[in-house]
């Protein structure tokens, strides 16, 4: 079972700024897709932001310019600043690491998940 530890979050108004913070055991971080992802009440979980092993990154069209997600391998530590939060940001947000056995075969682990809530 692994086990990741999320951090952050809360409630801020819109135009606001939060953190979130990851951290993932060792014994998998080095070599894996970090990911957050985001469910919203009524909806499918959605993905945000997701950052290679080697630190290339990828967004969602909806936080682009708004949020950067980063990692440092040395705490095994994924990251995701939340700028410029707009009201439909609010959601439960995912830590995710992805570990790939084949290119098109993972297995994928979760955080328990953070609130994020945005108000207008």
């Known amino acids: 079972q692994v086990h990741l530890v999320e951090s952050g979050g809360g409630l801020v108004q819109a135009g606001g700024s939060l953190g979130l913070s990851c951290r993932a055991p060792?014994?998998?971080?080095?070599?894996?897709?970090m990911g957050w992802y985001r469910e919203a009440p009524g909806k499918e979980r959605e993905m945000v932001a997701v950052i290679t092993s080697g630190g290339s990154t990828n967004y969602a069209d909806f936080v682009k310019g708004r949020f950067t997600i980063s990692r440092d391998n040395a705490l095994n530590t994924v990251y995701l600043q939340m700028n410029s939060l707009k009201p439909e940001d609010t959601a439960v947000y995912y830590c995710?690491?992805?570990?790939?056995?084949?290119?098109?075969?993972?297995?994928?682990?979760w955080g328990q998940g953070t609130q994020v809530t945005v108000s207008s």
């Open positions: 060792g014994s998998i971080f080095r070599g894996v897709e």
């Open positions: 995710n690491a992805r570990k790939y056995i084949e290119p098109i075969v993972w297995d994928d682990y």
